[in-house]
């Protein structure tokens, strides 16, 4: 007989985009970049899904699928596209784009910043500017006071990815290549959120506030050798709690961004080696599918006493044959979680469309809805009609052959120590403090 999860009355089920991989026509630094042929194929973002002009129609798309929630972003460098000067006719557009969603019935989500910013901006020095966080707030204080509809702000987005990625790794733009620099952009991120936070609070005061925080699942590669097993706790600390314990006290509720398991062995004093788990299966990014980490990074979260909601969670899979399962197993260990007492309010899949992926494209499909870039036509994935019984019904069904989840071995050792909380890999700083504790922002800190 097939077990059948119940979820909390309220819980808000939906899907994420961002700006700039949604809406198509941008002028950011991003786009200046992606002139270089840094992207794959040498892909530029474009039209992108064209969602500009076509957020209506998506937004139709989204309540057909029993959504009851949506998490977009705003795009600052439309609405300041030079110091202090305000594009209103972006403002308005926004202000369309909320009155459209909740015309359906649907909850906005608006997260403030996702990665891109204003030319301007970047060409000041970017967020590794000690003015940085200063300029943000005043985008900050004119965006909120242009959307007072909105109950639910999320300052930043993954600010421990860009820091990594775009200053650390020089992946992404401005290719810094700078373990200083990333350092000193983390600083200003945390600074940011605090301003944005405060804002948010002083201009809305009906509203509530979080940050979407991406948290990774890390393990020793042998839990047996005591060095994998500091490294370990150095990754978990560096990249999931340096964060946590100096914003999550200034918050409303903490959104988890989730994707990956990762197996770390110790290779010296300047080296972590970084191992995907070997034999799962994979998404089309390469990125191994790991249910149980879901539980685990919630288990992390939820320590900071703040409700949670899950702002993305999904996998690039351009066949649709992985989509229906994947978000299956990641939601039994959500209700895992939430038999155990933990908070959880709400599952945001990423994304709602096919959308342009950053440094990898058009390359990857993450999308309920898959798009035609030539032809911008929309056409829902089977996954996408699964998930809507599940948005309908606020029930998961398992098949026949699948249990609810007990305790693996994988639990002991999460439960043996992982938490660097109050260790001596902890400075005694307050959870309000906006600073990045001594140590390297580097993988090897």
């Not at 979260?301 to 899979?317: F, Q, V």
Request: glycine share 8%.
């Amino acid at each position: 007989m097939a077990t059948s999860l119940r979820f909390p009355d309220g819980f808000l089920w939906g899907a994420a985009t961002s700006a700039h991989q949604v809406e198509g026509g941008q002028d950011n630094d991003w786009t200046e970049w992606e002139k270089l042929g840094r992207v794959k194929n040498g892909e530029r973002s474009g039209a992108a899904c064209d969602h500009w002009h076509r957020y209506i129609s998506d937004f139709e798309l989204a309540k057909s699928l029993g959504h009851t929630s949506h998490r977009f972003s705003l795009e600052w460098s439309r609405i300041e596209p030079l110091p202090g000067q305000w594009n209103e006719p972006a403002l308005e557009h926004y202000r369309e784009v909320v009155r459209a969603i909740r015309a359906k019935g649907i909850e906005p989500f608006v997260t403030l910043w996702h990665f891109t910013n204003p030319r301007w901006f970047a060409e000041r020095g970017g967020w590794a500017a000690n003015d940085a966080y200063q300029l943000f707030s005043k985008y900050v204080a004119t965006a909120i006071q242009a959307l007072p509809e909105v109950k639910f702000w999320l300052t930043v987005n993954e600010p421990n990815v860009y820091a990594l990625l775009s200053y650390g790794l020089g992946y992404w733009p401005p290719e810094a290549k700078s373990w200083v620099r990333a350092r000193r952009a983390l600083t200003n991120l945390i600074r940011a959120h605090h301003s944005a936070a405060e804002t948010v609070r002083r201009l809305a005061p009906g509203a509530m506030v979080g940050f979407a925080q991406n948290l990774v699942d890390f393990e020793p590669r042998h839990s047996g050798i005591l060095l994998d097993r500091w490294a370990t706790r150095v990754s978990d600390y560096q990249f999931n709690r340096r964060w946590l314990e100096r914003t999550a006290a200034s918050v409303d509720f903490i959104g988890v961004n989730h994707y990956h398991h990762q197996r770390i062995r110790f290779g010296g004093l300047r080296q972590l080696i970084v191992n995907e788990p070997q034999g799962q299966p994979q998404t089309d990014s390469g990125w191994q599918i790991f249910p149980e980490s879901m539980y685990r990074v919630l288990k992390i979260a939820a320590e900071y006493g703040k409700p949670i909601y899950i702002t993305e969670n999904g996998l690039a899979d351009a066949s649709d044959k992985l989509r229906i399962s994947f978000i299956r197993d990641y939601l039994v260990q959500v209700h895992r979680a939430l038999a155990e007492g933990i908070e959880i309010r709400g599952y945001f899949y990423w994304s709602l469309l096919d959308n342009f992926e950053w440094r990898e494209g058009r390359s990857q499909k993450f999308g309920l809805v898959e798009v035609d870039f030539t032809t911008q036509r929309r056409r829902l994935r089977p996954s996408a009609k699964w998930f809507t019984d599940l948005c309908r019904k606020n029930s998961l069904v398992l098949p026949t052959h699948q249990k609810a989840p007990g305790v693996s071995p994988r639990d002991e050792w999460f439960a043996s120590g992982l938490s660097v909380r109050g260790s001596a890999l902890r400075r005694p700083e307050r959870a309000d403090t906006p600073s990045v504790s001594s140590g390297s922002a580097s993988p090897d800190a």
